[in-house]
């Protein structure tokens, strides 16, 4: 029994303290896009959180839920429809951070789950869709963490490749958020 006990207490020393070395929660907000359209007026405002945590000393692991959505209107000749497109995706990255001191770039893969629609309204009733997809993603950013401080500021650009029933898609988000670090 005693040596059982030993046992869990190395298992916990060995993989739940690392855990301990970094992990953050942090808000985002940014700008989503269709990377084949040069038309910055069609992007999207994005919001989203991360959650962040550095188990090992060359790799950061990343997840994170991001929503992005755009309203719009379209005038016909007899009706105006005003709806909105929308875009979900929950990813989950891997990172290898590069410390330079205040600075702190980071760059990495990962792979997300994603659901695209629209929904509007016309003369009063409800109409949309939503599709889902998969994707992989590239990202880098840089984190400005002073020493020290629980909270940390990051930027980071994303670029996706998305795959839906009904084809291949491209996007790229822009975000600056803030991390709390415990």
């Given at each position: 029994?005693k040596k059982c006990n030993k046992l869990f ?43 962040r945590f550095s188990a090992l000393p060359v ?40 410390e330079l001191s205040l600075l702190k770039p ?77």
């Open positions: 029994m207490l190395l298992i916990i020393l060995i993989f739940v303290i690392p855990t301990m070395v970094f992990a953050g929660i942090g808000a985002k907000f940014g700008f989503s896009k269709d990377a084949k359209s040069d038309n910055l007026d069609k992007g999207m405002t994005l919001i989203g959180v991360d959650y790799i950061d692991l990343i997840g994170s839920i991001e929503y992005s959505w755009k309203k719009y209107t379209v005038d016909g000749i007899i009706i105006t429809a005003e709806g909105t497109h929308h875009f979900f995706t929950a990813n989950f990255s891997v990172v290898k951070p590069f980071y760059a990495g893969f990962g792979y997300g789950f994603h659901a695209a629609g629209n929904s509007a309204s016309i003369m009063g009733a409800p109409v949309g869709e939503t599709k889902n997809g998969t994707g992989f993603h590239f990202i880098g950013g840089l984190k400005v963490a002073p020493p020290a401080a629980p909270i940390s500021v990051y930027g980071e650009y994303r670029h996706y490749w998305t795959n839906f029933e009904d084809g291949n898609g491209r996007y790229f988000t822009l975000a600056a958020g803030v991390m709390l670090g415990f």
